[in-house]
């Protein structure tokens, strides 16, 4: 049984980006989330207590030529994922995701999922740039707090 945060990382996730209603977004489900295995192990992690999830963190190696395309909007969160192929060279990382629970919130949770992953991938692949979409001030923040942590230059996704 996976606890009972599960249940409500789930509402929180549906809550934040309504990925029902915006098929742009990548939809996690088991297909997914073998597939970003196989990009990196590192792509995807969680913080854990005995209830279960506190936060879930998606991060997507790729390469510039993709990023490029998506910061300037030519395509969406799907297409970047259906065009990054397993086994590639990656020199950027898309920050997809990270949710919170708010009670653990603040504690440096997130971002310190969102650094341990960027060096990671950074060990296996010459990354040079951090990129993402922005849904919430948080996500703001997080995304610049890992680039100054991680000091690698960070792109925003031109709102359309």
Same mark, same amino acid.
């Given at each position: 049984? *996976?606890?009972?945060?599960?249940?409500?990382?789930?509402?929180?996730?549906?809550?934040?980006?309504?990925?029902?209603?915006?098929?742009?977004? #990548?939809?996690? @489900?088991?297909?997914?989330?073998?597939?970003?295995?196989?990009?990196?192990?590192? @792509?995807?992690?969680?913080?854990? @207590?005995?209830?279960?999830?506190?936060?879930?963190?998606?991060? +997507?190696?790729?390469?510039?030529? +993709?990023?490029? $395309?998506?910061?300037?909007?030519?395509?969406?969160?799907?297409? #970047?994922?259906?065009?990054?192929?397993?086994?590639?060279?990656?020199?950027? +990382?898309?920050?997809?995701?990270?949710?919170?629970? *708010?009670?653990?919130?603040?504690?440096?949770?997130? @971002?310190?999922?969102?650094?341990?992953?960027?060096?990671?991938?950074?060990?296996?692949? *010459?990354?040079?740039?951090?990129?993402?979409?922005?849904?919430?001030?948080?996500?703001?923040?997080?995304?610049?707090?890992?680039?100054? $942590?991680?000091?690698?230059?960070?792109?925003?996704?031109?709102?359309?």
């Amino acid at each position: 049984m *996976p606890g009972k945060n599960f249940d409500r990382m789930l509402k929180l996730a549906e809550e934040v980006f309504d990925v029902r209603n915006d098929p742009s977004q #990548l939809a996690i @489900t088991p297909g997914v989330i073998e597939r970003l295995h196989q990009l990196h192990p590192m @792509t995807l992690s969680e913080e854990a @207590t005995e209830d279960g999830p506190v936060a879930w963190m998606i991060v +997507i190696p790729t390469s510039g030529h +993709i990023m490029n $395309l998506f910061v300037d909007g030519e395509i969406d969160e799907q297409e #970047l994922f259906d065009r990054t192929l397993a086994g590639g060279r990656y020199d950027s +990382i898309y920050l997809c995701s990270a949710m919170v629970l *708010p009670e653990y919130r603040t504690r440096g949770v997130a @971002t310190r999922l969102v650094v341990d992953a960027v060096r990671a991938i950074g060990h296996d692949h *010459p990354i040079r740039h951090l990129f993402y979409w922005s849904f919430t001030e948080e996500g703001d923040r997080l995304a610049r707090a890992v680039s100054r $942590l991680c000091n690698l230059p960070l792109l925003k996704r031109k709102e359309s």
